[in-house]
């Protein structure tokens, strides 16, 4: 897993942001939202949430880059409320459904764990 090496804020200008985006190519997203009762947004806005500022704070170029959902990505009940983001860069990526490959490229997860 390659994570993120440059630390920066999350909001403010362009400037600010490192001129290299730590990912570039297809990655995997895992979110965990913990909360101690029922009442929160849907997955898909939670989701759509993280992935936007993923983008805006310059982790991903875009967020068309996030290909798939880690396992585990849900909502949770805890007495501690709180949100885990994994990204994972995917090194190559075949797209099959049934064994027949749909995509350009072949499709393979990083073996780092």
């Known amino acids: 897993m390659?994570?993120?090496a440059a630390r920066w804020p999350a909001s403010g200008p362009a400037a600010?942001?490192?001129a290299a985006l730590p990912f570039?190519?297809?990655v995997e997203l895992t979110c965990r939202f913990f909360?101690?009762?029922g009442r929160h947004?849907?997955?898909s806005n939670l989701i759509k949430a993280i992935e936007d500022g993923l983008q805006f704070g310059g982790v991903l170029e875009?967020?068309?880059q996030v290909i798939?959902?880690?396992p585990g990505t849900g909502i949770y009940y805890a007495e501690e409320e709180r949100t885990e983001v994994r990204v994972r860069e995917l090194k190559e990526v075949r797209h099959e459904v049934d064994g027949h490959s749909?995509?350009?490229r072949a499709v393979r997860v990083g073996d780092d764990h």
């Open 24 to 26: 570039r190519g297809p």
């Open 16 to 18: 600010a942001r490192p």
């Open 62 to 64: 875009n967020d068309r």
């Open 41 to 43: 947004g849907d997955l």
């Open 2 to 4: 390659r994570a993120a």
């Open 35 to 37: 909360f101690r009762d």
């Open 102 to 104: 749909v995509g350009k």
């Open 68 to 70: 798939r959902y880690g």
